[in-house]
C-alpha cells in the first residue's frame, strides 16, 4: 500500500492567494483528518470525517479553511484566502476504523509557506 | 479535555533504556492514551495505546498506574534511529479530544 498521499509535498504562494491541499487516504479507511504543525502551536487538529462525513471541524481556525471529503478516496484542504501566519506544514491522517480511537497513518505533509 | 504534560528533552545512549513519563490529570473515563513518534520531516507514526496497567508490542511498552493520571512509555535498547520527538495523547469522545502536546525530543548518543 502507497500509505496516505498528499500533494502538493511543498506549496509557496502569496498572501490572498486561495491555496488547495489534497489528501488520498489509504484504501479501505474509514476516517480522515486534517492537521497543522508550527512550531508555536505544535500539531493541531482541524477537522475529522468518518464515512466521508465531518464529525469535528472545531480546530478550523477560521472561516477562511474549508475541508471536504466527497468521497472515501480523496479529501481537500482549501484556504481562501491564505495569510502569512497561514505557513506551516499540514499533515493528513487516516485510520482504518471510525473514530479517533484507532491508529493514525499520517501522510508525509505539504509544507504551505504564504508570503 | 485532558492536558498532557511531558518533558521537553531527553538525552541516551545506545543500548539504555529510555523511559518518557506523560501527566494527563483530568483524564476522562473513555479516555485512551496513546503514544506517536515523530521524525523530522515525516508525519507522525503510532507506538502504542493503552486503557490501563501495561501495553506491550514489539517496540515499546506502555505503563499506566491504576489512577491513570499519568503513563510512561518503556523504550529498550534504543538506538540511534530511536532520536525522534515523542507524542503523548489522550484520546477521547467529545470536542476537540485529539490534542498532541508538545512532545518530548529524545536525542540517542553513540
Known amino acids: 500500500d502507497a500509505g496516505v498521499i498528499q500533494s502538493p509535498r511543498h506549496e509557496v504562494t502569496e498572501m490572498g492567494q486561495e491555496v488547495t491541499l489534497r489528501c488520498k487516504p489509504i484504501s479501505g479507511h474509514n476516517s480522515l483528518f486534517w492537521y497543522r504543525q508550527t512550531m508555536m502551536r505544535g500539531l493541531e487538529l482541524l477537522i475529522y470525517f468518518n464515512n466521508n462525513v465531518p464529525i469535528d471541524d472545531s480546530g478550523m481556525p477560521e472561516d477562511r479553511f474549508s475541508a471536504k471529503m466527497p468521497n472515501a478516496s480523496f479529501s481537500t484542504l482549501k484556504i481562501q484566502p491564505s495569510e502569512p501566519r497561514d505557513s506551516a506544514v499540514y499533515f493528513c491522517a487516516s485510520s482504518l476504523l471510525a473514530g479517533r480511537y484507532n491508529e493514525q497513518f499520517f501522510g508525509p505533509g505539504t509544507r504551505l509557506t504564504v508570503l | 479535555l485532558a492536558k498532557t504534560t511531558q518533558p521537553i528533552s531527553m538525552d541516551s545512549y545506545e543500548g539504555q533504556e529510555v523511559n518518557i513519563t506523560c501527566s494527563h490529570n483530568n483524564i476522562a473515563t473513555n479516555d485512551y492514551i496513546t503514544w506517536y513518534q515523530q521524525f523530522p520531516s515525516q508525519g507522525p507514526r503510532f507506538i502504542i495505546q493503552?486503557?490501563?496497567t501495561k501495553v506491550t508490542n514489539e517496540v515499546a511498552s506502555l505503563f499506566i498506574p491504576a489512577d491513570r493520571k499519568s503513563s510512561t512509555l518503556s523504550l529498550p535498547r534504543v538506538s540511534l534511529s530511536d532520536t525522534a520527538v515523542y507524542y503523548c495523547l489522550v484520546v477521547g469522545t467529545g470536542r476537540r479530544a485529539l490534542t498532541f502536546g508538545s512532545g518530548t525530543r529524545l536525542q540517542v548518543q553513540p
Open positions: 493503552g486503557y490501563k
